[in-house]
């Protein structure tokens, strides 16, 4: 698969219609004038996607309205993890240093952005027949 065919499958699955077409559209079509001109500025060019990709889910996010939900889905299973983490850990965490909390916090959050994002966000509407005449 490729970077592009990825993209778009991503941005079929969770970004509605119109930040797919407004925000998305344009950086794939600049990616493929970029990387026509040199494969010097591919790596630039797939992150400036990647950019328009997350500026698209955030858009979405905050337009929806639906971000205190989507922070709370996300909490629960911090929250569910970082118990059973301590519960676990023998001498607490006074024997961990704060760089191992710090690493374990941010893996604990990135995990469980997973769930919330499969379990809440929306399949993308697809134009009916009707309204495409």
Not at 5 to 19: K, N, P, V
Not at 109 to 120: D, R
Request: charged content about 15%.
């Amino acid at each position: 698969m490729t970077f592009v065919a990825a993209i778009t499958t991503l941005s079929t699955r969770f970004l509605t219609e119109r930040s797919f077409e407004l925000i998305v559209a344009p950086a794939i079509a600049d990616f493929d004038l970029d990387v026509s001109s040199g494969p010097r500025r591919e790596t630039s060019a797939r992150l400036a996607v990647l950019n328009a990709f997350l500026g698209a889910v955030w858009e979405d996010a905050v337009r929806g309205g639906d971000l205190a939900r989507f922070a709370g889905l996300v909490l629960i299973p911090v929250c569910y993890y970082a118990f059973f983490f301590l519960l676990g850990l023998p001498g607490g965490v006074n024997r961990l240093s704060s760089t191992m909390v710090t690493g374990l916090a941010i893996a604990i959050v990135a995990l469980s952005f997973a769930p919330a994002i499969v379990c809440f966000w929306p399949e993308r509407e697809t134009p009916s027949n009707a309204e495409a005449d």
